[in-house]
């Protein structure tokens, strides 16, 4: 009977030398599930990819793709698995569809076959009127959802995402966030690397974030926003001449204040009431905005501003 657990890590260690790239994590991928990998660069994200892909051989630990050993059975995992790297790494001289077709030759899919599921895949990203065309002048976001077609074109049960929307624009991500939540339904587990915080909260159904090479929390979006901090932020910008009289009030009104050089952040479970209070004591503001708490807040909480910088 096929396991919950697609994916299983103890102790999973990755050294370069005297680098420690991943640094003895533990975490389990379950079947049918979007399961993010959230950190600033350098966190370790990709070399955990890299050994899940089967391209880095782990230093230590034990680490199962599907049941498989990466190290022993490499081929076997690679040919039921799809990787869209952090980089696109299309062939720019050819066509789009070209590209599908023969990528389907590595995994021994007959031509008619291939040529069948490239038509589909087209219009699964949304390019089949670009079929024709060659890859270099294509959009950033047009490469991007070629990538993520190319890396499905053996029907994978897996899809490896490093870092799907670096450098897109926000409708190229919401786009391709669409179709990677299409994948879902379908029954696609998707393991993705970030550092958008935004995007962690629109796709995935539980998370870990790493820094330093180490995993520091886990959970769902929705668990860590509720274990770590308030269920909304205040931000406040006030004149250089109340930011004394302003903390010399928030004992007992907030749970925590953030002080940042061009505004507050104030977190408390009612913001509303919060600023009334701070209006009510006389403390000037430029603006406020009460909004609800994002992971964001969240690693603010945990590691400060080495997470966002």
Partial sequence: MATPELITARGLTKRFEDLVAVDTIDFDVHRGEAFGF???????????????????????GELRVMGMDPVLQASEIKSRIGVVP????????????????????YFDIP????????????DFVQLTEKAGSRVEPLSGGMKRRLTIARALINEPSL??????TTGLDPQARHLVWDR???????????VITTHYMDEAEQLCDRLVVMDK????TEGSPRQLIDRYVTKEVLELRIPDEARDRLAGIIDGLADRAEWLPDRVLL??????????AIHDRGIPTDSSLVRRATLEDVFLTITGRSLIE
């Fill in 180 to 190: 990677l939540y299409r994948l879902k339904q379908r029954g696609v587990t998707l």
């Fill in 159 to 164: 899809m490896l995402l490093d870092e799907p």
């Fill in 213 to 216: 090479a180490k995993i520091v």
């Fill in 38 to 60: 959230l950190g600033p660069n350098g966190a370790g994200k990709t070399s955990t990819m890299r050994m899940i892909g089967c391209t880095s051989p782990p230093t230590d």
């Fill in 111 to 122: 031509r008619a076959e291939a040529q069948k599921r490239t038509g589909e895949l087209l």
């Fill in 267 to 276: 977190y408390a479970n009612e913001g509303d009431s919060l600023l009334k």
């Fill in 86 to 105: 952090q980089i696109d790494n299309l062939d720019t001289e050819i066509t789009v569809r070209e590209n599908l077709e023969m990528y389907a030759r």
